[in-house]
């Protein structure tokens, strides 16, 4: 069998449906033998980096595993920032990169570069991927490419970097089977948590993106519902339950939910399933997490665990779905009735209580999506404002770039959601983040598919923008219009990709009592911000958790904190 075939063959076997990539000269041979694929859509991105990012979110919607492929050289260093992307936050994906034949190579030759694009693709991507597999000849192939996507998907999820000469890929090879990873023994008694929770009177549950990328959804919100206590999330996943759920109280961290930081608060036992807990949910204080409560941590990644936050916390190295299999399992008897209510108190008298015009804007903007909709953000203020102004109904998702926190990830993002779900997708953009990607509007106007981009347009990179404001005496180099950075006419770009185009001012809430999103096709919505944005709230170094800047008004916090 031809290597670029048995290569699909694996690709299809792990039931990817969809690949995302981008032309060279080392990689025609596994285009070809995509193209030959039925089962498989070969999809043509304008950038290598939206390539990556596509593959990306095709893994964020689907809970499969996202793959992309490469030219060597350029093609490769171009797919960097996506491959660091999954790496940091976990996401299940195969990243193929052609290499000159191993005949044109340097190897222990003393030279800077033999090969035409020949650059050291396996050594420079070492550090942000699970394993990087330089496949030097084509009897190593099978085994490879097999342990590539077992590797992408069990313990931790993350990137496996396929480094393939294309000598490798037009070999013919014999096919044999490798052996799967065994699953992880956790050796942990149920009673451990069990005692801990029916002992506590206002136990909650953190629960973080590990749970969201084992594909795990369903059976945990059956252990929610098994338990029935309060529910707070990190921000990647916020969207595992319905806004409306009565155990949902939102998102955590430095930009968090008020009412989730204060339930963190006033809990005696926090039980953290699957989350990093790193300085964007705790701040500068880890301590300060876990204030007046115990602390249960559930990780599959025992380096995760190795950063503790408090000293005598109960550390759990075991997967979520094993933990939720034994929550299922069992009988639990207590009541949280009383703890629920004022959670559901705090939830009702803080949610909003920051919120702005723009806020509504979003707000109402996202009611228009259908009940299925993914939902993908760059990074900047319109990211948080995404968060802070979802209302998520049972079926739709919200998809990010947190760890690496790039911009230029939600229109390619947004595409590999589409394929992952074939379902509509909101992608929402700065101004400023637009335009690292911008050239896939040809792609989603090539492929007339239901992707509605919409551009938070406050003529500004905002986050950066307002830390300018506050450290450098309002001195916003390369931020702003008065410092350099501008930005294009919006309806002439949605006019040369030939996209439907809407101008929605902040000042015209009304305006979109009338609007409705397409039910085919994709869309470009700019939203025209005319008053300075900035991120509310935010921790206040030093102090607890919900505590957070601006203030809230005497009589509020009166009421919260007697709850």
């Known amino acids: 069998m031809k290597g670029s075939d048995y290569i699909v063959s694996v690709i299809k076997k792990n039931n990817v449906t969809d690949v995302f990539g981008y032309p060279g000269a080392t990689v025609c041979h596994l285009m070809d033998s995509l193209e030959k694929e039925d089962a498989i859509v070969n999809h043509l991105n304008y950038h290598e980096q939206a390539c990556a990012f596509a593959a990306c979110g095709y893994a964020q919607s689907s809970g499969r595993i996202g793959v992309a492929y490469a030219n060597g050289g350029p093609g490769f ?16 994906t195969v990243f193929i990169c052609g290499q000159v034949d191993t005949a044109d190579m340097v190897g222990a030759r003393l030279l800077r570069q033999n090969g035409i694009q020949e650059i050291p693709i396996s050594a420079i991507a070492s550090k942000f991927v699970k394993e990087a597999i330089f496949v030097d000849s084509p009897d190593k192939l099978c085994e490879a490419v097999n342990r ?4 992408s998907k069990s313990g931790r999820p993350g990137p496996i970097l396929l480094e393939i000469p294309a000598n490798v890929q037009r070999a013919e090879i014999e096919i044999y089977e490798s052996v799967n990873s065994q699953k992880l023994n956790a050796g942990i008694d149920i009673n451990v948590i069990k005692d801990m929770l029916e002992a506590a009177e206002r136990p909650c549950l953190l629960v973080g993106n590990g749970v969201k990328l084992s594909g795990l959804s369903n059976m945990f919100r059956k252990a929610v519902d098994k338990l029935g206590i309060p529910v707070v999330f990190t921000l990647p996943a916020f969207d595992l339950l319905p806004f409306e759920s009565k155990y949902n109280f939102g998102y955590v961290g430095n930009n968090g939910c008020r009412y989730s930081n204060y339930i963190l608060e006033k809990s005696d036992l926090i039980v953290s399933v699957a989350a990093r807990l790193d300085v964007k949910v705790t701040g500068k204080e880890k301590k300060a997490l876990v204030h007046n409560a115990k602390l249960i941590r559930i990780d599959i990644d025992r380096n995760e665990l190795s950063e503790k936050i408090v000293t005598d916390e109960v550390q759990i190295n075991m997967n979520a779905e094993q933990l939720f299999e034994k929550i299922l ?12 209510n004022i959670c559901e108190n705090l939830k009702r008298k803080l949610y909003g209580y920051d919120f702005k015009n723009y806020h509504f804007i979003l707000q109402k903007l996202f009611s228009k999506a259908a009940d299925d909709a993914s939902f993908t ?10 968060a802070q102004s979802l209302k998520l109904k049972e079926k739709q998702r919200a998809l990010f770039s947190l760890g690496l926190a790039s911009m230029g990830y939600s229109l390619p993002a947004a595409i590999g959601a589409y394929y992952g779900t074939r379902s ?18 040809q792609f989603i106007a090539r492929e007339n598919i239901p992707v509605k ?21 309002h001195v916003c180099s390369q931020t702003t219009d008065q410092f350099g950075y501008t930005t294009p006419v919006f309806s002439k770009i949605a006019n040369a990709y030939g996209i439907k ?4 001012e902040d000042h015209s809430i009304g305006q979109l009592e009338e609007f409705e999103f397409d039910e085919k096709g994709p869309e470009l919505v700019e939203l025209v911000i005319n008053e300075p944005t900035y991120l509310y709230p935010r921790y206040i170094r030093g102090k607890r958790i919900c505590d957070m800047e601006p ?9 919260v904190e007697t709850l």
Do not use: C
């Open 77 to 92: 260093t171009n797919l960097i920032t996506g491959i660091a992307n999954a790496y940091y936050d976990s996401i299940p």
């Open 148 to 151: 590539a996507f077992e590797l």
């Open 329 to 340: 399992s069992e009988e639990w008897d207590y009541d949280s009735t009383m703890w629920l």
């Open 377 to 386: 953000a760059d990074v900047g203020h319109h990211e948080i404002y995404m």
């Open 424 to 441: 509509q997708v909101i992608s929402l953009s700065g101004d400023g983040g637009i335009q690292m990607n911008i050239q896939e509007l």
């Open 453 to 473: 981009v919409v551009i938070f347009n406050n003529h500004s990179l905002g986050m950066v923008r307002e830390f300018q404001e506050r450290n450098f005496n």
């Open 501 to 504: 185009y809407t101008r929605i």
């Open 551 to 559: 203030q809230l008004n005497d009589k509020i916090k009166e009421y």
